[in-house]
């Protein structure tokens, strides 16, 4: 019988093989487990963009449930390699705010992992936390990996101004591979939303405007979007992550 899935969100690329490394450790080491490959592309050193893919998909997958994610600048160094127990789930990775969406969480369990003497500084990826998920998958408790740990990063997305006048103003926190601009704000009733100067229709589908217009929409993570139909919002519009967005909700 198929052990527990386990599933790598990366920012390592697939043309350096490292990847393939931690796949190897985790076939030694858990072999009845099944590797899901999220995504290896999120942009290097993102740790933002790293949090909201943990958001969207951590839950999706079925208890039991091993993730990890390896986006992490500060290796080597002296932050915290960490293993959280979530809601039925396990997230390995490191304690840069990547892990927020399973350390906010009520209940979370959480352990600084013991790292291996011999665990290189550039790669704990392969040496920390691919064994540690190894483990996990395999049934031994999160409790003999390494000490609780109280004092974790957690990030959070920004939250929406609402003034008294009814205008909401948000911002955009991540732009996608289709340059579709993600906000801040969720649904709204309002017709309108202004970006970088441009007011842009709320709308339902891409196919309520025509092959290059611009519009506004609720994306499939229940956040407003920007995009332009057949295009790239982010370059045709001049959107950038923090850039403002502001709607009048209800307008």
Not at 40 to 51: E, F, G
Not at 81 to 91: C, H, K, N, T
Not at 146 to 172: F, L, N, Y
Not at 232 to 248: D, F, H, Q
Request: include cysteine; hydrophobic fraction near 45%.
């Amino acid at each position: 019988m198929p052990g527990p899935v386990i599933t790598l969100l990366t920012d390592f690329g697939t043309a350096d093989g490292y990847v393939g490394e931690m796949k190897g450790v985790l076939a030694s080491l858990a072999p009845e487990s099944p590797i899901v490959d999220v995504s290896h592309d999120i942009p290097p050193q993102d740790i933002a963009r790293a949090r909201l893919s943990v958001s969207r998909y951590w839950r999706r997958f079925p208890r039991s449930t091993v993730h990890v994610v390896v986006v992490d600048p500060g290796v080597g160094t002296a932050r915290a390699a960490l293993a959280v127990a979530s809601e039925g789930r396990f997230l390995v990775g490191p304690d840069n705010g990547v892990l927020s969406p399973a350390l906010a969480s009520p209940g979370a369990v959480v352990v600084a992992l013991d790292v291996p003497g011999g665990a290189s500084p550039t790669f704990h990826g392969r040496d920390v936390f691919a064994p540690a998920a190894a483990r996990l998958a395999r049934g031994e408790p999160i409790e003999i990996l390494g000490a609780r740990h109280r004092s974790s990063i957690v990030m959070r997305t920004p939250v929406p101004v609402r003034s008294d006048g009814g205008v909401v103003t948000g911002e955009v926190i991540a732009i996608d591979r289709f340059g579709n601009a993600i906000t801040n704000i969720e649904a709204t009733a309002a017709e309108t939303l202004v970006v970088a100067g441009w007011v842009v229709p709320v709308v339902r589908t891409f196919a309520d405007v025509e092959v290059g217009r611009s519009c506004a929409l609720v994306g499939s993570a229940g956040l407003v979007e920007v995009a332009v139909r057949d295009g790239n919002a982010a370059k045709a519009l001049g959107i950038s992550v923090g850039t403002p967005v502001e709607v009048r909700d209800g307008a």
